[in-house]
């Protein structure tokens, strides 16, 4: 492929030289919004694993252990169409009727941790993640709720996204409480009601761009504190409940929010707030129900996206399935389509980029010594976990499915797993942190490292062609896999991950003057992107400087790997890279990243990173007046 694209092409745009013509010829599925890279990927296991579970449900294939025999009699009510159109409303009638039930903010209170625990929507949110002070321990996060719109910037007066969304998330909306047997004007009063809250809270909720920033996510308040923030509801008692002790902190990433909480939880806004778990239910629990349920609930997310259509039944049953399961789904994949051999491969190549990125940083010239010892000892203590974890979480085993015959319906399977789910993760607080567990299962395209935890994960899913192949070259697969693999190396030494230790840990390792040279340096990497023109819009680059930093050590690093090979084909390195991140979108999708994604746009990802390294346009003999030349003092350098 490298040799049939031409030079003068690459010198004038790299991405659309590599990728133009299958751009050009691609077709967007109407089930989707966007189509190649990534995405392809994907269609390819879903079709595999679709096939494999065909066999599974007409028992043709057996199940491998007692999870999976679980997962097949989920999937068979979950594809139980009939049974799902018969129930109607049905099974969503006890939790619309818990909610119509309450009569004060007292009424809530008094239940508040069981509600929680149900999986009811309440105005602030609870989890479990390890402290980010302690990263060896679990500690309780608070945060404000999820709002109707993608992000809170899209509440700024004359918002023109909004203008056209809200409408359609109104009339959305009502149609499912229609469907849940509300009359039509209950519906609208309903809707209207829950809007008047969510308008509420969106003033004091972090935007994306602030939520990206991690070095303002760690703020320890008592549980005091935290209860006093509202005098409506008991927060003490239930936090108390839920960890089974009391706990000395809470960390919450968005202080503002509560901090506003009482100005928020009024006598006045009580209808409001019932008004609005409402319409969060019936919108959250559509799927589960029948096909009128799931196609109209579907209908923001996909004008959101540009989706032009809704899955197919049997597609968003699979789906369904495999999200429940998703452990148990990614453990067959990996076992079955990756293997030991593969994972053995790949874990070498991950140890081989590590040693990369040591000797990058032992030649640094800009970092002290003091600063460089430790981060080679955050990459000696740095967690590698390739392919698929070995053994199942446990989880899974406590998933017990009630049959259809037993009566037992999707929605209240689903009910009872969330709920053990739920519990699971508060019994978690106070407990030692387990850094083997996985937070995607194998059969996901994609990877990712974990700040708190000083790990890199690459499911088995991303670990083939055009990102790694034994039948690509060496150069190929450094400027795929080995891009990405160093990308999530770099992600510890990002402007997030450089404030965590070794141990995952928010810890200031760093000298004054390091600290301060490397921000300017994150400075450049904002500038270099922000602003730049995409999809009738402008990239963020403070949204978007994390990745882009991981973006730009991960290919250089991999550029390094790539040229110590014996057949190092620096060409066929950057042509791979490009190839990537092919991709085609509806503009809808585009425009809707742009506003709440850290990653940058595909097409810039490929083309302004290559234009920071002297080998890309050495290799391509690019010079002063071509569409891909950068000069070099506009040139980011970090890693």
């Not at 019936?282 to 799927?287: G, Q």
């Not at 446990?394 to 009630?402: A, G, H, R």
């Not at 500038?527 to 819009?537: H, S, V, Y």
């Not at 994604?597 to 083309?607: E, T, Y």
């Given at each position: 492929m490298a040799e049939h694209i031409d030079n003068a092409a690459i010198k004038t745009d790299l991405y659309e030289a590599v990728n133009g013509d299958w751009i050009a010829q691609a077709t967007i599925p109407s089930d989707h919004s966007s189509t190649g890279g990534f995405m392809?990927?994907?269609?390819?296991?879903?079709?595999?694993?679709?096939?494999?579970?065909?066999?599974?449900?007409?028992?043709?294939?057996?199940?491998?252990?007692?999870?999976?025999?679980?997962?097949?009699?989920f999937y068979t009510l979950v594809s139980n169409f009939d049974k799902r159109e018969?129930?109607?409303?049905?099974?969503?009638?006890?939790?619309?009727?818990?909610?119509?039930?309450?009569?004060?903010?007292?009424?809530?209170?008094?239940?508040?941790?069981?509600w929680i625990l149900s999986g009811l929507p309440t105005p602030f949110s609870l989890d479990i993640d390890s402290d980010m002070k302690n990263s060896k321990i679990y500690?309780?996060?608070?945060?404000?709720?999820?709002?109707?719109?993608?992000?809170?910037?899209?509440?700024?007066?004359?918002?023109?996204?909004?203008?056209?969304?809200?409408?359609?998330?109104?009339?959305?909306?009502?149609?499912?409480?229609?469907?849940?047997?509300?009359?039509?004007?209950?519906?609208?009063?309903?809707?209207?009601?829950?809007?008047?809250?969510?308008?509420?809270?969106?003033p004091h909720v972090k935007s994306a761009e602030e939520s990206a920033d991690y070095s303002k996510m760690y703020n320890p308040r008592s549980l005091q504190e935290i209860a006093d923030s509202t005098n409506q509801l008991d927060l003490k008692q239930a936090i108390i409940t839920l960890v089974g002790a009391t706990p000395e902190k809470i960390i919450t990433q968005e202080p503002a929010y509560f901090e506003a909480l009482n100005t928020i939880l009024t006598p006045d806004h009580f209808d409001l707030m019932k008004s609005w778990m409402i319409v969060k239910t019936v919108n959250a629990l559509s799927a589960y129900l029948t096909e009128d349920f799931r196609v109209t609930g579907g209908l923001f997310g996909r004008a959101l996206s540009g989706q032009k259509e809704p899955r197919s039944q049997k597609k968003a049953a699979y789906y369904l399935a495999i999200n429940t399961f998703d452990q148990v789904v990614g453990d067959y994949y990996g076992r079955q389509y990756f293997g030991e051999a593969a994972k053995n491969d790949v874990h070498d190549m991950v140890v081989k980029m590590v040693n990369v990125y040591k000797k990058r940083l032992a030649n640094n010239d800009w970092l002290s010594q003091a600063t460089r010892d430790k981060a080679v000892l955050k990459l000696d203590k740095l967690g590698i976990q390739v392919g698929y974890p070995d053994k199942i979480d446990p989880l899974f085993s406590k998933f017990k499915v009630t049959s259809a015959a037993q009566g037992g319906t999707l929605l209240s399977n689903v009910l009872a797993f969330d709920r053990i789910a739920t519990a699971d993760s508060?019994?978690?607080?106070?407990?030692?942190?387990?850094?083997?567990?996985?937070?995607?299962?194998?059969?996901?395209?994609?990877?990712?490292?974990?700040?708190?935890?000083?790990?890199?994960?690459?499911?088995?899913?991303?670990?083939q062609a055009p990102f790694y192949s034994l039948d690509q070259t060496s150069s190929q697969n450094f400027g795929g896999i080995g891009a990405v693999i160093a990308?999530?190396?770099?992600?510890?030494?990002?402007?997030?991950?450089s404030l965590f230790d070794e141990y995952g840990t928010l810890n200031n390792w760093w000298t004054a003057d390091d600290n301060k040279h490397f921000q300017a340096l994150a400075d450049d990497m904002v500038k270099e992107f922000d602003g730049l023109p995409f999809a009738g819009q402008k990239v963020n680059g403070k949204l978007t400087v994390s990745e882009n930093i991981a973006d730009a050590g991960g290919l250089s690093c991999a550029l390094e790997a790539a040229k110590g090979e014996p057949d190092v084909d620096l060409r066929a390195f950057f042509i791979n890279w490009a190839t990537i991140w092919r991709q085609k979108a509806?503009?809808?999708?585009?425009?809707?990243?742009?506003?709440?994604?850290?990653?940058?746009?595909?097409?810039?990802?490929?083309?302004?990173?290559?234009?920071?390294?002297?080998?890309?346009?050495?290799?391509?003999?690019?010079?002063?007046?071509?569409?891909?030349?950068?000069?070099?003092?506009?040139?980011?350098?970090?890693?």
């Amino acid at each position: 492929m490298a040799e049939h694209i031409d030079n003068a092409a690459i010198k004038t745009d790299l991405y659309e030289a590599v990728n133009g013509d299958w751009i050009a010829q691609a077709t967007i599925p109407s089930d989707h919004s966007s189509t190649g890279g990534f995405m392809d990927l994907a269609d390819n296991i879903e079709e595999t694993l679709m096939s494999d579970f065909a066999d599974l449900l007409a028992g043709k294939m057996a199940p491998q252990n007692p999870e999976m025999a679980e997962f097949k009699n989920f999937y068979t009510l979950v594809s139980n169409f009939d049974k799902r159109e018969k129930d109607g409303a049905s099974p969503l009638q006890p939790i619309l009727q818990r909610i119509e039930g309450l009569k004060s903010y007292a009424d809530l209170s008094d239940q508040l941790a069981d509600w929680i625990l149900s999986g009811l929507p309440t105005p602030f949110s609870l989890d479990i993640d390890s402290d980010m002070k302690n990263s060896k321990i679990y500690a309780l996060f608070a945060s404000g709720p999820r709002l109707f719109l993608p992000d809170k910037t899209y509440y700024s007066e004359g918002n023109q996204a909004a203008a056209q969304l809200m409408p359609i998330f109104t009339d959305m909306s009502e149609r499912l409480l229609q469907l849940a047997n509300y009359p039509a004007d209950s519906a609208k009063e309903i809707v209207d009601q829950a809007k008047q809250f969510d308008q509420l809270i969106a003033p004091h909720v972090k935007s994306a761009e602030e939520s990206a920033d991690y070095s303002k996510m760690y703020n320890p308040r008592s549980l005091q504190e935290i209860a006093d923030s509202t005098n409506q509801l008991d927060l003490k008692q239930a936090i108390i409940t839920l960890v089974g002790a009391t706990p000395e902190k809470i960390i919450t990433q968005e202080p503002a929010y509560f901090e506003a909480l009482n100005t928020i939880l009024t006598p006045d806004h009580f209808d409001l707030m019932k008004s609005w778990m409402i319409v969060k239910t019936v919108n959250a629990l559509s799927a589960y129900l029948t096909e009128d349920f799931r196609v109209t609930g579907g209908l923001f997310g996909r004008a959101l996206s540009g989706q032009k259509e809704p899955r197919s039944q049997k597609k968003a049953a699979y789906y369904l399935a495999i999200n429940t399961f998703d452990q148990v789904v990614g453990d067959y994949y990996g076992r079955q389509y990756f293997g030991e051999a593969a994972k053995n491969d790949v874990h070498d190549m991950v140890v081989k980029m590590v040693n990369v990125y040591k000797k990058r940083l032992a030649n640094n010239d800009w970092l002290s010594q003091a600063t460089r010892d430790k981060a080679v000892l955050k990459l000696d203590k740095l967690g590698i976990q390739v392919g698929y974890p070995d053994k199942i979480d446990p989880l899974f085993s406590k998933f017990k499915v009630t049959s259809a015959a037993q009566g037992g319906t999707l929605l209240s399977n689903v009910l009872a797993f969330d709920r053990i789910a739920t519990a699971d993760s508060f019994a978690k607080w106070n407990q030692p942190v387990d850094r083997t567990k996985w937070e995607m299962s194998a059969n996901t395209v994609n990877a990712y490292f974990h700040p708190f935890h000083n790990i890199i994960v690459f499911p088995a899913a991303i670990l083939q062609a055009p990102f790694y192949s034994l039948d690509q070259t060496s150069s190929q697969n450094f400027g795929g896999i080995g891009a990405v693999i160093a990308h999530e190396i770099s992600h510890a030494f990002d402007n997030n991950g450089s404030l965590f230790d070794e141990y995952g840990t928010l810890n200031n390792w760093w000298t004054a003057d390091d600290n301060k040279h490397f921000q300017a340096l994150a400075d450049d990497m904002v500038k270099e992107f922000d602003g730049l023109p995409f999809a009738g819009q402008k990239v963020n680059g403070k949204l978007t400087v994390s990745e882009n930093i991981a973006d730009a050590g991960g290919l250089s690093c991999a550029l390094e790997a790539a040229k110590g090979e014996p057949d190092v084909d620096l060409r066929a390195f950057f042509i791979n890279w490009a190839t990537i991140w092919r991709q085609k979108a509806t503009t809808e999708r585009e425009q809707l990243l742009l506003s709440i994604d850290v990653h940058a746009p595909a097409k810039l990802r490929a083309n302004v990173q290559v234009q920071n390294l002297e080998d890309f346009f050495q290799t391509f003999d690019i010079h002063d007046g071509d569409g891909m030349f950068k000069a070099e003092t506009d040139r980011v350098k970090i890693w």
